[in-house]
C-alpha cells in the first residue's frame, strides 16, 4: 500500500512494506502537482514493476544503482560542480570497478579496508586514496541516514594506508624561466594580465580568471577575492578562507593600468563587435577569458621546461615569500587563502624546514 503527503508545492507517494525477515522500509517518489497525479503516479509505478520487475527493493540495491542515485540526488543538488565531477570521476574509475555489481547490504568493512591498500600497493598516491575514502564515507553515511538502505556505514571506521613518502616539493619557476615567460607573453598579449597577477598575488587560476575591475582598489593596491571561475561559468569560493584581501606592489599596479588601456584600444579596434564585460582578464574581443585561454601556457611551459602549469605561479609566489625569511607563515596562509597554518606548511615542507635550519644556525651565532 501506498500513503500520500505534500511537501512544499509537490505530492509524493510513500510504499511501506516488510522484507522476508520482518524488518519495515520505505520508499518515497515524487508524484506530481496534486493528490490525483500523485495516485497515478503510483499505480503506473506498480504496474511497471508486476510488468518489468523493475523495481528494485533496498535491500537488493547494488552499489552501482546506489552511487548513480547518491551522485544524481545528494552532491549534484548540493555541492559545487567541480565536487560532482570529481566524485563521479572516483566512483566510476575506482568504485564501479571493485564493487558495483555488488549488493550494497553486502560490502563489508575488511573488504573497503582491504581495497584501499590494494590501490596504494597499485600505485595509487595517497590524494587519490583520500577522496575515494571520503567518497565512500560520504555516500555510505547518506546510505544510512537518507535512504535507509543500510543499518550501518561498513566504511565509518575505514582509514587511509600508511605512505611513508617524503612530502614532495612544490614545483617552483627559476629566474630564467620566469624572464623567458615574461618576454614570451609581453604587453598586450591576452595572457599578460593573468601571468603578472598569478606571479604577483599567488591567487589560483579560477580566482583570477573570475576578477572583475570592481574587486580591485588600484589607489588602495588590494584585490577582493570572492569568487572562483570553473567550467566557464564563476560561482562562490569553495572555502571560507578563500574569501580575502590580497595586496599588491607598484609592478602588478603598473600592469593593471597597462591591462585597463589595452581593454580600452581594443574597444575602438573592434567597434560594434566589442563585447563589453566588466572582468580583468579578457581576450581582444573582450570576452571573458577561461581556462581552455590558459592552455597555450601550458604548451608552452611543456615545450620549454619539460613540465610546469599555471599553478607553479603560486607555488613560486607562496615559496619566495617563505624563504625570505620576512613573512610570517601564518601571513602565507591567509594570502594564499589556506583553511589553516597547517595546509600551507605541508604543502611547502622543504622550505619551511630550511627556513628552520637557518633559524637554529643563526641560533647558535647568538648563543
Same mark, same amino acid.
Given at each position: ?79 559545487? #560542480? *567541480?565536487?560532482?565531477?570529481?566524485? %563521479? @570521476? ?6 564501479? &570497478? /571493485? ?67 617524503? #612530502? *614532495?616539493?612544490?614545483?617552483?619557476? %627559476? @629566474? ?6 615574461? &618576454? /614570451? ?183
Amino acid at each position: 500500500m501506498a500513503t500520500f503527503v505534500k511537501r512544499g508545492k509537490k505530492w509524493f507517494y510513500i510504499i511501506s512494506y516488510r522484507d522476508s525477515a520482518g524488518k519495515r522500509h520505505r520508499h518515497e517518489e515524487p508524484g506530481g502537482a496534486t493528490k490525483e497525479e500523485a495516485q497515478k503516479a503510483f499505480r503506473a509505478h506498480i504496474r511497471r514493476a508486476d510488468a518489468t520487475g523493475a523495481y528494485v527493493k533496498p535491500e537488493n540495491i547494488t552499489v552501482h544503482d546506489f552511487m548513480e542515485e547518491w551522485l544524481e540526488k545528494q552532491v549534484n543538488v548540493n555541492r559545487r #560542480p *567541480a565536487t560532482y565531477t570529481l566524485y %563521479s @570521476q572516483i566512483v566510476h574509475n575506482h568504485i564501479d &570497478a /571493485a564493487f558495483g555489481g555488488r549488493l550494497l547490504r553486502s560490502v563489508l568493512t575488511r573488504e573497503l579496508q582491504d581495497w584501499l591498500l590494494q590501490l596504494k600497493q597499485e600505485g595509487a598516491a595517497k590524494s587519490t586514496v583520500k577522496v575515494v575514502l571520503a567518497v565512500l564515507k560520504g555516500s555510505l553515511r547518506w546510505a544510512v541516514a537518507n535512504r535507509e538502505y543500510i543499518q550501518v556505514n561498513p566504511a565509518d571506521s575505514v582509514t587511509i594506508p600508511r605512505y611513508d613518502e617524503a #612530502p *614532495a616539493s612544490p614545483g617552483v619557476f %627559476s @629566474q630564467d624561466e620566469l624572464d623567458q615567460l615574461f &618576454a /614570451a607573453y609581453p604587453e598586450g598579449c591576452k595572457l599578460y594580465i593573468p601571468i603578472r597577477i598569478a606571479y604577483y598575488t599567488g591567487m589560483r587560476k579560477g580566482e583570477i580568471l573570475a576578477l572583475k575591475w570592481s574587486d580591485i582598489d588600484l589607489f588602495g593596491r588590494s584585490i577582493t577575492v570572492n569568487k572562483t571561475q570553473y567550467a566557464d561559468a564563476v560561482n562562490a569560493p569553495k572555502t571560507k578562507s578563500s574569501y580575502r584581501q590580497v595586496s599588491f606592489g607598484q609592478r602588478l599596479m603598473s600592469a593593471l593600468v597597462k591591462q585597463k588601456r589595452w581593454q580600452e584600444k581594443n574597444v575602438g579596434i573592434w567597434e560594434d563587435d566589442y563585447i563589453p564585460s566588466p572582468y580583468v582578464c579578457t581576450r581582444e574581443d573582450g570576452s571573458q577569458m577561461t581556462a581552455n585561454d590558459i592552455r597555450a601556457f601550458e604548451k608552452f611551459c611543456k615545450h620549454h621546461f619539460g613540465g610546469h602549469s599555471f599553478h607553479t605561479f603560486r607555488h613560486t609566489h607562496a615559496t619566495r615569500l617563505i624563504a625570505s625569511g620576512q613573512f610570517p607563515l601564518e601571513y602565507v596562509a591567509k594570502r594564499l587563502g589556506h583553511s589553516s597554518i597547517t595546509t600551507t606548511a605541508n604543502i611547502y615542507y622543504s622550505v619551511t624546514k630550511e627556513e628552520a635550519r637557518k633559524a637554529a644556525d643563526k641560533m647558535e651565532d647568538i648563543l
